[in-house]
Structures are given as structure tokens and as C-alpha cells.
């Protein structure tokens, strides 16, 4: 075991003795680790690396963090769910502070382990799908009366007009001379720019509202229990007041998705109609009672919007010299762009059907 992970790990409140740290998952943003300790009757954790370049905040992200779990926690109380099985629980330093900072400035997270939890990288079966909405949705009705405002640790992330401003600027440097070989990748994007402004506008001006969201809803941020069903949402970094629709979005964006986000075979790729009826009433019977006529408008709007930004995103990147994501080869982020491409122009092909199945899932 990495002698420093362990000397990290002995700066929180954890209860028993650290048998071992082992790296965890395939985040593309921060650094996690399995921390198990040795008794049975003790729990495990999860240790993170919050990527402090992307966070530049990460009190006051942990901070987002530990207002939203209370708030889940008393509602799971009071329904007379478990709050400890049902949502994370952020683990405090010895300092009692909600991370630890190293001797080298980095910043360090740790939350308990749900035993007996399960994750999945695939919507394999329309009951996952939908127990997976129910989820998202659960944690949306949860909030929903969450009162205070949560700090925007990451402003406009998942706000086209910001994503344009960022694009146009490293499409004006292209800092890697990367530019000339994604002429058409680009044509993706500006050919589409107006439709995307056109919905944002109405996240402006109101229209759609502000509630507390995830924003990093694909399945791999959900635990699930042995059953199927939903304990509960992970990954809670990027909580911040946005439009439910982000999530929705980009839910529809990782559940639907026939192959991986990063597909070198584009033929495995595109939406899943079935994959995404389940999820839409998965997370229609958690919400349809409190979400706005707009937002059910916009419902399967969002995962156009979502998929497009990630196409932004991933190809943003690439022009930039990639250093946002972390990559597994040189031109990683460009096999992704074209993957969720063809998500896209797949969600486009069957948008009609989409709104069809909205539409009757909320008639009444
Ligand atoms: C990142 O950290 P991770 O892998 O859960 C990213 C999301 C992207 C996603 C693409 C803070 O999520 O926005 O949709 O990769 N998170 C951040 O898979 O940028
Ligand atoms: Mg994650």
C-alpha cells in the first residue's frame, strides 16, 4: 500500500484499522481509492483526490456536499428509510473540517461505503433503467424544498452560452494546431449553435426554473442494491442549482447509449428507444407531481442538449491539447467526440418518438 495514502487517510475520523488503499474506478476528473479497514464490523471508505484544477473551490464544495446529504438524510428519516444506506455520508477530518489538505496543497475527501452497493457502466435491462430514473428522480423530489442557496462551485457548466464563449476562445488560439484536421467536427457544433441557445434562453429568462441538481448523472454515479433498485446517488461534486433538465439529459445521455461513451466501433453506438421509455417513467413517477409545463416540454429536449454539450466538451479539449479530461491515448478525446456524435444524430433520428413517449407518459 502507498505509504502516503495511508498517512493521508489517518488525518480522518475512521473507525477501525486501515488494512488497505486500493486505486477505484475510472473517473475522469478525480483520483479515488477503496480503503478497507481491517475489522468486519467496521465500515469501509472511499478516499478522493478532488482534481483542484477543476475545483478551485473545494470547501465550498464540500460544503454543497454536506447541505445536501443533511437534507436527504432528514426526508429518508422521516420516511422511515435508513440515512445511512440512502445517501452518502461525508466522512470529517480529525480537524472536523469536511476535507483534508496535504503539505503539497492537494485536497482530500473521504465518504463511507455502502456495503453491499453495486455500481454498473451499462444500462443493460430497461428494469435498471428505470429503477435508475427513479433514483434521480427521488433525489429531485428530495430537494426539492431544499432552502438556501448552494455555492456555484463550477459556473456554467452545463451552460451552453459559457461552453461557447470557452470554444470560441481556444478556437481563436487553437494552441496545438489541431484545428485544421477537425474542420468538419467543428461544423458539428456551429451548425447547431442557435437551436441550443434558443432552449438556454429560456433557463435565463426563467422560463425553466432553477432547482437543486446533480449534473453528473450517468450510471456509474448511482448505487444500486443487489435487488436493482436504487440506494443511492453518488458523486455529489457537481451538485449546484440548475434545471432538473441537465440531469434528465444527461441520464438519457449514458442509460440510452447502445455502446460505451468512448465507442472506436461507431456501429455499437445509438439511443435506445426502450432504454429510454424506462428511464423517462422511472423518473416521470418521482417528479411528474412538482416539474413545470415547460420543463416536461423540454424533457426529451434535454438529451439532445446534453449529448451536444458533451460533444462540445470532448472536442473543446482535443483543439485544446487535452487538458480537461484525463485521456488513455493521444487522441482519446476526438474517439469520444465522434462516439457521442453519433449518439447525437441518433437521439435526433428518433426526437419525434421521444417527445411521443413524454407526452403520453404525462397525459392524464
Ligand atoms: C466527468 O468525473 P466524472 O467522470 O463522473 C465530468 C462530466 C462529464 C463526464 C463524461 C466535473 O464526470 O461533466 O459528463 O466526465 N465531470 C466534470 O463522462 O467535468
Ligand atoms: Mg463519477
Not at 429518508?76 to 445517501?87: C, T
Not at 470554444?167 to 451548425?191: F, G, M, N, T, Y
Not at 451538485?239 to 460505451?260: C, E, H, K, P, Q
Request: proline share 3%; with cysteine.
Amino acid at each position: 500500500m502507498n505509504a502516503d495514502l495511508k498517512q493521508i487517510a489517518a488525518n480522518f475520523q475512521i473507525e477501525g484499522e486501515i488494512e488497505s488503499i486500493k486505486p477505484l474506478g475510472e473517473g475522469f476528473i478525480n483520483d479515488t481509492y477503496y480503503l478497507k479497514t481491517v475489522e468486519e464490523d467496521t465500515p469501509d471508505y472511499l478516499l478522493q483526490r478532488k482534481n483542484k484544477s477543476i475545483f478551485t473551490d473545494v470547501p465550498a464544495m464540500m460544503d454543497n456536499i454536506e447541505r445536501v446529504t443533511l437534507h436527504l438524510k432528514e426526508k429518508i428519516k422521516s420516511n422511515g428509510g435508513d440515512p445511512m444506506r440512502e445517501a452518502m455520508t461525508v466522512t470529517k477530518s480529525k480537524n472536523n473540517a469536511l476535507y483534508y489538505q496535504d503539505e503539497e496543497g492537494e485536497f482530500w475527501a473521504m465518504c463511507y461505503f455502502i456495503k453491499g452497493s453495486v455500481t454498473y457502466e451499462k444500462a443493460d435491462t430497461p428494469e435498471l433503467a428505470y429503477a435508475g430514473g427513479r433514483g434521480i428522480g427521488k433525489f429531485q423530489a428530495m430537494t426539492s424544498d431544499f432552502k438556501g442557496t448552494l455555492a456555484d462551485i463550477l459556473p456554467g457548466f452545463h451552460n451552453i452560452r459559457y461552453r461557447f464563449e470557452q470554444w470560441d476562445k481556444v478556437l481563436a488560439e487553437d494552441p496545438v494546431q489541431r484545428k485544421a484536421e477537425v474542420q468538419e467536427e467543428i461544423s458539428w457544433i456551429e451548425s447547431r449553435k442557435e437551436e441550443m441557445l434558443n432552449f438556454w434562453k429560456l433557463v435565463e429568462d426563467g422560463t425553466i426554473p432553477a432547482r437543486v441538481t446533480h449534473n453528473d448523472t450517468k450510471i456509474n454515479n448511482i448505487l444500486f442494491d443487489d435487488k436493482g433498485d436504487v440506494l443511492c446517488v453518488i458523486d455529489l461534486d457537481t451538485v449546484l442549482s440548475s434545471t432538473a433538465l441537465n440531469d434528465f439529459g444527461d441520464a438519457i445521455r449514458s442509460y440510452t447509449n447502445t455502446g460505451l461513451e468512448d465507442d472506436e466501433n461507431l456501429e455499437n453506438v445509438s439511443m435506445n428507444m426502450e432504454t429510454f421509455t424506462a428511464y423517462a417513467q422511472g423518473y416521470l413517477k418521482e417528479t411528474s407531481s412538482f416539474l413545470t409545463k415547460p420543463e416536461l416540454d423540454y424533457l426529451a429536449f434535454s438529451a439532445k442538449y446534453i449529448t451536444y454539450e458533451q460533444v462540445l466538451r470532448f472536442l473543446m479539449d482535443y483543439i485544446d491539447g487535452d487538458n480537461y479530461y484525463k485521456i488513455k491515448s493521444p487522441k482519446h478525446n476526438l474517439v469520444r467526440t465522434h462516439a457521442q456524435y453519433k449518439l447525437l444524430q441518433s437521439i435526433e433520428q428518433q426526437f419525434e418518438e421521444m417527445k411521443k413517449v413524454v407526452s403520453s407518459l404525462t397525459a392524464n
